[in-house]
């Protein structure tokens, strides 16, 4: 049962080219922009042969790279910082919401087994596994 939420849990992810594609640029440009966010701390999902794939959020955040980059307005590795920064706190963000609503969204047996272990200061507890 836990495999179910954690299917229905998992964003949706798009390819390298589908999110170029969105972008209106190159693969190779798509590459070289998701190298630059990772050396300024940011991080994407890869699969099993190390591709990077792209959840909503990463969309939304090489798209405000684009938009800080596409007249030369502020240069590629400050853009890269701002852009990485801002989508670091927005995944904070979202990871307490999660957090606040896991024990929400458990089937109704869950809710005992997971109780004991979960506090507000338990960071890693998922609907699924609590660690």
Known sequence: M?????????ERTYSGREVAEMLGIGASTLRKWGMLLEQHGYWFLRDN???????????SCLTRFYELTKD?????E???QISSAKTTRERERLTERRLLLSPLLLIP??????????????????PWRCT
């Open 2 to 10: 836990g495999d179910v939420i954690e299917l229905v849990a998992r």
């Open 49 to 59: 042969q190390n591709r990077r794939e792209y959840r909503q959020m990463d969309v």
């Open 72 to 76: 030369q307005l502020i240069p590629q």
């Open 78 to 80: 400050e853009a890269a």
């Open 109 to 126: 047996s869950q809710h005992k087994t997971l109780s004991k272990h979960w506090t507000p200061s338990t960071k890693s507890c998922t």
